[in-house]
């Protein structure tokens, strides 16, 4: 039984567009009284439809107040799937304040992050950020931290969410992290 239920509500979020309209088709029809147009000689579905359409028929207030309601609760789940926020490497450029935790020591510094996901200390370039990811549904960036100096092959994988648009916190390997934009 729940298994049917589960089904049935599965198809009718697969077809909320159809049923949505079948709705609107069936308030319309039935806000209309018989008696303001001879929809008795109409037989069909189809011959009442073409007859609304072409009398001019005043319908009830409450009907335009349901429409406007199914309106716009579809389209508002159809902006909530198609119109995510998406964010690229350029969302950390800027200054920030870099401060994490090793051993229960607190160590901070400050850094650049320049276009293009270039990591700066003091003016010199240190770090590339490379494979950049954002999801969306759990506002978390992932990157990795990778040296450019001569001799420096470390890389450092960083899962951070997103606080706000100035904090930033999560981990990096195996200690947590914290990233404040600084003006």
């Given at each position: 039984m729940?298994?049917?239920?589960n089904?049935?509500?599965?198809w009718?979020d697969h077809?909320?567009g ?15 009284p018989?008696?303001?147009?001879n ?11 073409y007859?609304l ?14 429409l406007?309601?199914i ?11 198609y119109?995510k926020?998406?964010?690229?490497i350029?969302f ?8 994490w935790t ?30 950049f990811n ?20 470390r890389?450092a ?5 997103i606080?706000n648009?100035d ?16 003006f």
């Open positions: 729940i298994k049917k239920l089904r049935i509500i599965q009718c077809h909320a159809f049923l949505t309209f079948l709705t609107f088709l069936l308030m319309i029809i039935l806000a209309i018989y008696n303001s147009i929809l008795g000689f109409a037989t069909t579905w189809l011959d009442k439809i007859v359409l072409i009398y001019k028929v005043k319908i009830p207030l409450f009907t335009f107040i349901l406007a309601l309106i716009f609760l579809y389209f508002k789940k159809i902006r909530k799937r119109n926020t998406t964010i690229d350029e950390l450029t800027g200054h920030w304040k870099n401060e090793v051993d229960g020591v607190t160590h901070s510094e400050n850094c650049e992050i320049k276009p293009g996901g270039k990591y700066f200390l003091m003016n010199k370039h240190y770090f590339d950020l490379l494979n954002y999801n969306s549904k759990t506002n978390i960036i992932t990157f990795t931290k990778s040296g450019v100096q001569p001799g420096d092959s890389t994988k960083n899962i951070l969410k606080i648009n904090v930033i916190k999560g981990s990096e390997e195996n200690h947590e992290i914290k990233y404040t934009r600084e």
